[in-house]
Structure formats: structure tokens, C-alpha cells
């Protein structure tokens, strides 16, 4: 119970002072998740649109393979990802081991599949309903789909939000190909596991509470600018 005390004092002094290594570490962990979950949407979004409103031969395998992919290991993810980027791997040559862009691919990697997976299932009721409207109308597929997106997209805000969720909290991968390099990659999951190595549990709680509210205020936030929880929607 005293380290939890100590932790949250030690998360309040941080904070109030604005210590400068917190405010780098945790820019620099909104600056890689951010991108990720970005780039996890613009291509997870569309996808499980694209399934929702398709038929196609081996359909069902491709959603159960889609659906299994969200359970990837983010260890193993890592390795790959190192394998793919080390000196001796296809993208070598770009330097991209140890560097945030490296930390991006890994976690675009791990959260594409969740997104796509939970926006199937929002764009799969939605299909439903407005099927026949869209088939009356004589709209291309692409045109169903940004209709679909348009309209479930405070649906779809929850597949980004959880997105968000899991690459925010991931230690894994982000450890294996970032490195974890002060001043060059070093996010708030990553400090947290050195400090708590190191023994530092009052810090290693300090960074985790902020983690905590980093995350909470973010969704507050969108889910704010998003209108979400209007009366009228409620």
C-alpha cells in the first residue's frame, strides 16, 4: 500500500513539475500510438467494410482468420518485425530497427486486425439494414462502403478507441524492435518495465498512473468532440 502512495505522489510531482523526461516519454508515446492507430484505422476500417457487404468463396474461413489474428502475440510480432528490419532481413537496408517507425509497424501490425474484426461486426448490422437501399440506389461497392463507414462511424470510433486500448499499454514488440533508447525510443510501457527492473516500483507507478490517465483522458475527450452520448442518442 505504501509503494501505491508513493506512486501516486510520485505521479503528482511529475506532473505538477512538468518533469521534462515525463513529457518526452509520454509525447513520444502519443506521437507512435497515434500514427499506429491512424494507419490500423484507414486500413482496418474499409476491410471489415469490405467483408461485411462481399461474398465471396472461403469467406468464413477469412473472418475466423481475421478474428483469430486479434489474439496475435505481440512478442512474436516483435520478432518478425525484427527479423524483417535487422541488417540481414528484406528492409535492412532502411535502418529501421530501433527507431519509432520501427515501433509503428509492430503496433499497426498488432491493432489491424482488432479494428477490422470490430468494424465488421458494426458495418455488418448496418448492412443489413440499409441493404436493399443501397442495392436500389445501383451503388458501386465503394460507394456502399463509405456510405456504411459515414454512417456507422460513431460505431466504428469504438473500434479505433479500442485500437488505441491495446497499442497504448503494449511492452512487447515495442521493446523488442525499439529498443528501448533513452531519448530516441523510449515510450511510457517501456520506462515503466526498466523502473520496476531496476527496483524504482514508486516510479514505475507514478509512469503507470499516468499511462492510466493519459489513456482515460484521450477517450474522454473524443468521445466529447464525437458526441457520442447525446441525449437525443442515448
Known amino acids: 500500500m505504501n509503494e501505491i502512495v508513493q506512486g501516486l505522489l510520485e505521479a503528482g510531482r511529475m506532473i505538477v513539475t512538468l518533469d521534462r523526461d515525463l513529457i518526452e516519454i509520454t509525447l513520444r508515446s502519443l506521437q507512435v500510438t497515434l500514427t499506429a492507430v491512424v494507419i490500423a484505422s484507414a486500413i482496418g476500417l474499409p476491410m471489415g467494410a469490405?467483408?461485411?457487404?462481399?461474398?465471396f468463396r472461403f469467406r468464413r474461413e477469412t473472418i475466423a482468420l481475421l478474428n483469430a489474428l486479434m489474439g496475435l502475440p505481440p512478442v512474436v510480432v516483435g520478432l518478425i518485425v525484427?527479423?524483417?528490419?535487422?541488417r540481414s532481413g528484406?528492409?535492412?537496408v532502411f535502418g529501421l530497427l530501433f527507431t519509432p517507425t520501427a515501433?509503428?509497424?509492430a503496433q499497426v501490425i498488432i491493432v489491424t486486425p482488432l479494428v477490422a474484426s470490430i468494424a465488421h461486426q458494426a458495418i455488418?448490422?448496418?448492412?443489413?439494414e440499409y441493404h436493399d437501399l443501397l442495392i436500389s440506389l445501383n451503388t458501386t461497392r465503394g460507394q456502399r462502403i463509405l456510405a456504411l463507414i459515414w454512417d456507422g462511424r460513431r460505431a466504428l470510433l469504438t473500434a479505433s478507441l479500442a485500437g488505441f486500448g491495446r497499442a497504448i499499454g503494449e511492452v512487447g514488440a515495442i521493446m523488442i524492435v525499439g529498443g528501448n533508447i533513452d531519448h530516441a525510443t523510449r515510450?511510457?510501457?517501456?520506462?515503466i518495465a526498466l523502473e520496476t527492473g531496476k527496483g524504482n516500483f514508486a516510479l514505475a507507478l507514478?509512469?503507470?498512473?499516468v499511462l492510466i490517465g493519459l489513456a482515460i483522458a484521450l477517450n474522454i475527450a473524443i468521445h466529447a468532440l464525437s458526441r457520442t452520448e447525446r441525449d437525443s442518442q442515448w
Open 50 to 55: 469490405w467483408l461485411a457487404i462481399n461474398r
Open 82 to 86: 525484427y527479423l524483417m528490419l535487422s
Open 90 to 92: 528484406p528492409f535492412g
Open 103 to 105: 515501433m509503428v509497424i
Open 124 to 128: 455488418r448490422d448496418l448492412w443489413a
Open 187 to 191: 515510450v511510457l510501457t517501456t520506462a
Open 206 to 209: 507514478g509512469l503507470g498512473f
